[in-house]
């Protein structure tokens, strides 16, 4: 291919138990999906599930056993984290019915969702769209991908997240309003999934700030451990 300047590189993540890596194409991400989490947002916790993306290129993957970091980003006061299941699609599809999702699941992550939360709350009373506040540069590191093959299905067990040692995210996946067959379902209705495609599947309560300087560590069920200093 001639193109006139080098194209970027393919993002990918490391796979746990394998010397080849899972190429990710899109990050969707779902929003408000632990009721205690969209109470402490101001919600009921009650309503369908909707989706946001980010750009592949946002996520900072972590090697096996190795702490990355991200940089403070710009223009925000408030930069949150939001520790979430992640899952990697295997198998693409359009119209999956959740009873056949877990078919279409490659394996489980656990990432941060990381939010400049002051624009996103911006964002959200001008009606303007959240990217600003959820998109930008450096916003998803993720660790490995543990093959379902190794984990299986992951329906219930501890998310965490500790901050400087301090626990400030602790729940159970089994707390997802919208399980991860449900949330396949309800996306693939929405756009037609690819392999390569992962999905963000929502935060519990207990977001907070972090600042440069402090080291997140997270961890969920069936997925190798992520530790992120912020720089
Ligand atoms: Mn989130």
């Known amino acids: 291919m001639n193109f006139v300047f080098p194209e970027q590189p393919t ?121 600003i506040g959820k998109a930008f540069d450096h916003s998803a590191p993720i660790g490995p991908i543990t093959p379902i093959a190794k984990s299986g299905a992951i329906t219930a067990g501890e998310i965490q997240l500790t901050v400087n040692g301090k626990t400030t995210q602790k729940s159970d996946v089994a707390k997802l309003i919208w399980s991860v067959n449900e949330i396949i379902e309800h996306l693939s209705a929405a756009w037609e999934l690819q392999a390569g495609d992962i999905i963000m599947t929502g935060t519990p309560e207990g977001v907070a700030a972090v600042v440069s300087g402090d080291t997140m560590v997270a961890s969920c069920v069936g997925c190798q451990g992520l530790t992120v200093r912020v720089s």
Not at 54 to 75: E, M, N, R, T
Request: with cysteine; glycine share 10%.
């Open 11 to 131: 993002v990918s993540l490391p796979i746990v138990g394998s010397d080849q890596r899972f190429p990710i194409r899109r990050v969707y991400c779902v929003g408000r999906n632990y009721v205690e989490h969209a109470q402490e947002m101001g919600f009921t916790g009650r309503e369908p599930p909707f989706f946001f993306l980010k750009p592949a290129d946002a996520v900072v993957p972590a090697g096996i056993g190795q702490a990355i970091s991200i940089p403070y980003p710009s223009l925000t006061k408030n930069l949150h984290h939001e520790v979430e299941l992640v899952v990697a699609i295997g198998t693409g599809g359009k119209n999956i019915a959740a009873a056949d999702a877990v078919k279409h699941v490659f394996g489980y992550a656990v990432g941060l969702d990381m939010t400049r939360r002051d624009l996103q709350g911006e964002a959200k009373k001008t009606g303007r769209p959240w990217e």
